[in-house]
């Protein structure tokens, strides 16, 4: 890269960082508002303020949150437990909360709000980030703008020392401004992100949604698995049936007849035999079974109408559900193009990533599909949601439309890990010892140093000759604040790798 594109950079991360400590800022007064509405909730009885402020918080927090994934490329998910659905009345028409029954719906409602505000753990995480973010992340992204102030206000007090700090930060910024950022995100994730109880919570929910989804699905399928035997091979069968028994009747009078009614029997079995294939096929097709995902994908792409490539790249077989799951998804997409798009040729590209199975559809048709319209996109998005998978599809009119299947853990391998002591020693240290050069040895010894006070106690800076307090006192703040960054890194790769290994 050349010198103004790495300055310009710089300068972005210079500006960002000052914006973060501004954000950092704002969450110190965002969280004294929320200490008072908390007092006066838990203090006063004012209970109805509780709510308000714990919303004022996560809109403080996600605005960090989102901060985080854009300017660091630290993404962070919501830890929030899901919300408590609304009261169900009893048969009588009235609510029950506790040991009280109500009218309305008003009480419960809030009740069952307020005990989800309270007992969430990520509430009172986001209070103690607001309150710690400022003093963490905040000033080690904002430490060149700090340098700046300092500087600027030492040079109108008369004291020229003070043109050094613009010199240092402006002199440090280009390697450390973009590290100090995405150090902010590190941090703001291991704070702000989910819990394991968080993430077990939102999973049952997803999962209790996918459960529903499947069972009315499966019970769709079955209605039509019903009424296409009903309405096709069963009533083939019986005129099979009824034309036999016509023909026996038939068979001493008149023997001719007797043969066509016969031929036009054997005709429906064969017919009947073919619908009850075709239903077999539907229901679970047997290449699948017998030769797995990879042959049953390019079987389907001899059947259709289109021009089909497929590409497949897969380590071994699937679990027979996602296979099927897998094998039905692209089918339908395979439909769609078919039906809707007027499309002429087809691409499938089945890859894997890690444990992660990915599938790729595209078509040269004309675009503007939809997954909210219609049944097909929407069934396939709840077949998949059963195994956390996802589809992501992108249909521009006029096309072509691609679309992107992914079942996270389709493919289980089990990767061992050795053991990794010294990040825990590591981890440990950097944890327990972070404070004490960011605010005795750093944050005191400033403010002491700014007011005048000649106590040095056991603050080393001030023991110091005169041009090397300052630097000692900026160099054990930064010093206090790499260590907790170096700690908040290696807790999430910690956690990443916790999280690699229960899946």
Not at 101 to 114: D, E, S
């Amino acid at each position: 890269m050349d010198e103004s594109g790495t300055g310009r950079m710089t300068i972005r991360a210079l500006v960002r960082g000052a914006a973060l400590f501004c954000v950092a800022l704002l969450g110190q007064m965002v969280a004294f508002v929320a200490l008072i509405g908390v007092l006066a909730s838990a203090v006063l009885g004012m209970v109805f303020l509780f709510p308000p402020v714990v919303r004022l918080l996560r809109r403080t927090t996600r605005l960090s949150r989102r901060l985080s994934h854009a300017w660091s490329g630290v993404e962070i998910d919501e830890p929030y437990l899901p919300e408590p659905g609304p009261p169900v009345p009893l048969s009588d028409g009235w609510y029950r909360d506790g040991r009280s029954l109500y009218r309305t719906p008003r009480i419960p409602a809030f009740n069952r709000r307020m005990n989800w505000l309270l007992k969430d753990s990520a509430t009172w995480r986001d209070f103690g980030f607001l309150w710690a973010d400022m003093w963490a992340g905040g000033l080690l992204a904002g430490a060149p703008a700090i340098l700046v102030a300092l500087g600027v206000f030492q040079l109108a007090g008369g004291n020229p020392i003070g043109l050094l700090w613009p010199v240092l930060a402006l002199g440090a910024a280009r390697w450390y401004a973009p590290w100090a950022v995405h150090a902010h995100g590190v941090i703001a994730r291991v704070m702000l992100g989910p819990t394991e109880k968080a993430r077990l919570a939102q999973q049952v929910s997803r999962l209790a949604r996918a459960r529903t989804d499947v069972v009315d699905s499966q019970a769709a399928e079955l209605r039509r698995i019903e009424r296409d035997l009903h309405d096709g091979a069963q009533a083939r069968l019986v005129a099979v049936g009824m034309t036999i028994g016509a023909a026996e009747e038939l068979m001493e009078s008149d023997p001719v007849a007797a043969k066509a009614l016969l031929a036009k029997a054997r005709d429906a079995s064969s017919t009947a035999l073919r619908e009850l294939r075709q239903l077999v096929r539907g229901i679970h097709p047997p290449v699948l079974a017998e030769r797995g995902l990879a042959d049953a994908i390019r079987a389907l792409a001899l059947d259709t109408p289109l021009r089909t490539r497929v590409t497949v790249e897969l380590p071994g077989r699937l679990d027979a559900p996602l296979e099927s799951a897998a094998y039905f998804a692209v089918s339908e997409l395979l439909t769609n193009a078919v039906r809707h798009s007027g499309a002429t040729e087809a691409w499938i590209d089945i890859s894997s990533q890690g444990t992660k199975l990915r599938i790729t559809v595209t078509d040269d048709g004309h675009g503007g599909a939809d997954a909210s319209h219609g049944t097909g996109l929407a069934g396939i998005e709840r077949r998949l949601g059963a195994f956390d998978g996802v589809l992501a599809l992108n249909s521009p009119m006029g096309g072509p439309t691609t679309a992107v299947i992914e079942l996270p853990r389709a493919l289980q391998t089990v990767r061992g890990r050795p053991p990794v002591t010294w990040r825990t020693v590591t981890m440990g240290i950097c944890w327990s010892l972070c404070w004490i050069p960011i605010f005795p040895q750093g944050f005191v010894a400033m403010i002491l140093k700014l007011v005048g006070i000649e106590e040095k106690s056991w603050f080393l800076a001030l023991h110091l000759p005169e041009p090397f307090q300052w630097p000692t006192i900026i160099g054990m703040i930064l010093l206090g604040a790499g260590m907790l960054a170096t700690a908040a890194t290696l807790s999430a790769q910690q956690r990443k790798d916790k999280d690699l290994a229960c899946a």
